[in-house]
């Protein structure tokens, strides 16, 4: 049902689209062929209006030159040469007498008696329609001077035939612009949409096999085409997604790993309390229990901690603190276990040194890298905090002459429960320093690592003021 409703919305689309192109390529044509109409009529026209003048201005000329008897010889010669074939010359006195006149066929009807009355122009253009309602005569008026007007007249027979023989061409054209247009749009929607089914056929592939390693194919993509851009931005999608999925993945087997030891040790320590009859047995097994158990809840609430942080839900307090005292409390934690292990645990911080930060939290993030640094160091080492001013907050800085972290293991430790230590056997959860990561990010600050195996680690935690 799904794959029929999204094959449907395709259609849909690929129909609007196609009408989209088809419209637009029509009504440009259609645009295109009026302008040309009115272009085409307009250019007959002045051509016609110039044969006019061109006429006009020669008898004007003539009969300046030798009067109105070298007029009359002048029509005459053009009428026996037949340039009077489709003209109609009159020339009238200013009492409307005519004194040459000469139409042409088929005009016999048209009424001429307006052109001589007052509404008759002395000078300029004036149409007479047919009766018939077919061609219209365009007449020019030119005065002669002594009460004398001569007047040439043109009918737009031709140029309406000529018109008219366009506009049926224009029809017939119209046609075959459509079926054009229908057929380009056809090819310009399936041109336009193939990205788009491609990446379909990709993510349908993925809902089915579940597999986030599949690419939408790209080709040679380095245009700003918003479609190549979406098809870019699928792809960084769906390796973000298949590197979340990993880590989820990793991560469910670390915690399935570290979790069931203590739940097996809680359960055997429980079923020897249950069954033990000696009080004293009894409250060793409870003992155990609470502290499997609480192993258990520390790993569960680290977990939450670094989700809340991640997602930036974890509340934070802005607490003007002393860096000096936060440090001196973090290293107080694990004097004892340095000592008992011969490592040297010192500390260098401004006394005055302030900072708006979440105390609770500052104080976590100091005690997972200090912890870490004691772990790995071993006796007759040394591990050293320090603190200096750093822009708008402070640079803390925790570094050790421990056992370091070789360079391909440095981008993975600060995934969730993962462990150097492939065989686990070192003590610990794996989730200090992706909690340290998580809240430092939180307080919109970053933390760095440099280190190589033999020659120590050495942690930098950058943490603005909190606003």
């Known amino acids: 049902m799904s794959s029929r409703r999204n094959s449907a919305v395709g259609q849909t689309l690929a129909w609007r689209l196609g009408l ?33 003048e061109s006429m006009l201005t020669r008898y004007v000329a003539e009969y300046s030159r030798s009067g109105l008897g070298g007029l009359e010889r002048l029509i005459g010669t053009d009428a026996r040469e037949g340039r009077h074939e489709r003209l109609l010359v009159r020339v009238v006195t200013g009492r409307a007498d005519l004194v040459y006149f000469a139409m042409p066929e088929g005009w016999d009807d048209v009424d001429f008696r307006r052109l001589d009355g007052p509404q008759g122009p002395q000078a300029g253009w004036l149409n007479a329609d047919d009766p018939d309602g077919g061609a219209t005569l365009e007449l020019g008026t030119a005065n002669l001077g002594g009460g004398l007007r001569v007047q040439v007249g043109r009918s737009s027979h031709v140029r309406d035939d000529l018109l008219r023989r366009f506009r049926e061409r224009a029809f017939e054209v119209g046609l075959l612009i459509v079926l054009i247009a229908g057929a380009g749009g056809v090819l310009l929607t399936r041109a336009a949409l193939a990205p788009l089914r491609t990446l379909d056929a990709t993510l349908r592939g993925i809902l089915a ?19 190549d851009q ?25 915690v399935a790993h570290d979790l069931r030891t203590p739940l097996t040790r809680f359960r055997n320590v429980a079923e020897a309390a249950v069954v033990a009859d000696d009080p004293a047995a009894m409250r060793e097994g409870l003992a155990q229990a609470l502290e499997e158990a609480g192993r258990v809840n520390a790993t569960l609430t680290a977990l939450m901690d670094i989700s809340q ?7 934070l307090r802005r607490d003007a603190v002393r860096v000096a005292e936060v440090v001196s409390e973090a290293v107080d934690l694990f004097a004892d276990e340095a000592d008992d292990k011969g490592v ?3 500390e260098d911080v401004p006394p005055d040194l302030p900072l708006v930060s979440d105390r609770t939290r500052l104080r976590q993030v100091l ?10 160091t071993d006796a007759g080492g040394a591990v050293r905090v320090s603190a200096t001013p750093d822009g708008n907050g402070v640079a803390i800085v925790v570094e050790d002459t421990g056992i370091g972290i070789a360079a391909e293991q440095l981008p993975f430790i600060w995934d969730r429960l993962y462990r150097a230590d492939p065989t686990r056997s070192t003590r610990g959860l794996g989730l200090g320093l992706s909690l340290v990561k998580a809240i430092v990010g939180a307080h919109g600050g970053e933390v760095d690592v440099a280190s190589a195996p033999g020659t120590g680690s050495r942690f930098t935690v950058r943490l603005p003021n909190l606003s």
């Open 309 to 315: 942080a991640e997602t930036g839900t974890l509340a």
């Open 367 to 376: 005690a997972n890298l200090i912890e870490n640094a004691v772990k790995y």
């Open 344 to 346: 040297r645990l010192s």
């Open 209 to 227: 096999t579940g597999r986030f390693d599949t690419r939408v194919p790209t080709g040679a993509v380095t245009s700003d085409d918003p479609l």
């Open 20 to 52: 989209y192109y088809a419209g637009l390529f029509v009504a440009s044509a259609v645009v295109l062929g009026v302008v040309t109409y009115v272009l085409l009529a307009r250019a007959l026209a002045a051509q016609d209006h110039d044969v006019l």
């Open 230 to 254: 979406l098809t870019m931005l699928v792809n960084q999608m769906l390796a973000r997604i298949e590197q979340l999925v990993g880590g989820m993945r990793g991560a469910l087997d670390n």
